[in-house]
């Protein structure tokens, strides 16, 4: 059986996501991926390498086809992973800090476009326990932002998102904090304090 992923004007990391779906759903034989750019070409091929899949890919006019062989019908491979329950899926030590709604210095919209596939490549890994927001971070869990439909499904899955009650003040969001809780500077610092690992993009 043969699917077809057409992620064309996909930010990254959403192509690499959605066909790394795809070679894991039983009964697939090939992946075939429309993209519209090198780079995730490369991610994609680098992906079926680590799981010990073969791939090739053609250009035409200015998109990509990636061609990815999940098995063959006299070698079937299996590349499932085990279910895993939402607790499983839980790094009970892990906190992310989050002190700005853009990851990394320089270009502020490039910024923004990097924070939101964070936060949705967080939700396709192993889930840290909390998400704490400070400084501008906390427009991250604001009303009318495109990072509320991924903080929203991190905290359906028992993540706990954490807003500073002083900068929703300090930037006029407190009415539109729009998913998790308003916490202090203490309980920032102790969640910090108790944490395994710390993560700050």
Known sequence: MIQKIDVRGKQCPIP??????AVETPG??????????????????KMTKQKGLTADYQKAHDDYLVRIIVQSQDKPLDV??????????LH????????????GQG????GKVLMK???????????????????????LSAEDTDTISDLTLLQE???????????LNHYQLTDQLAVGEV????????????????IKP
């Open 80 to 89: 499932l992973a085990p279910v895993k329950s939402t607790e499983d899926h």
């Open 183 to 198: 916490t202090n500077m203490y309980t920032i610092v102790e969640k910090m304090n108790q944490a395994g690992k710390l």
């Open 92 to 103: 009970s030590d892990t906190v992310v800090v989050l002190s700005s709604d853009r990851m």
């Open 28 to 45: 697939i034989q090939i992946v075939e991926v429309l993209v519209d750019n090198e780079i995730a070409v490369q991610n994609l091929l």
């Open 117 to 139: 596939g964070f936060l949705y490549a967080l939700t396709q890994q192993q889930l840290p326990k909390t998400i704490l927001l400070y400084n501008s971070g906390v427009k």
């Open 157 to 167: 899955q028992g993540v706990e998102i954490l807003s500073c009650g002083t900068c």
């Open 16 to 21: 690499l996501i959605e066909a790394k779906k």
């Open 107 to 110: 270009d502020d919209a490039l």
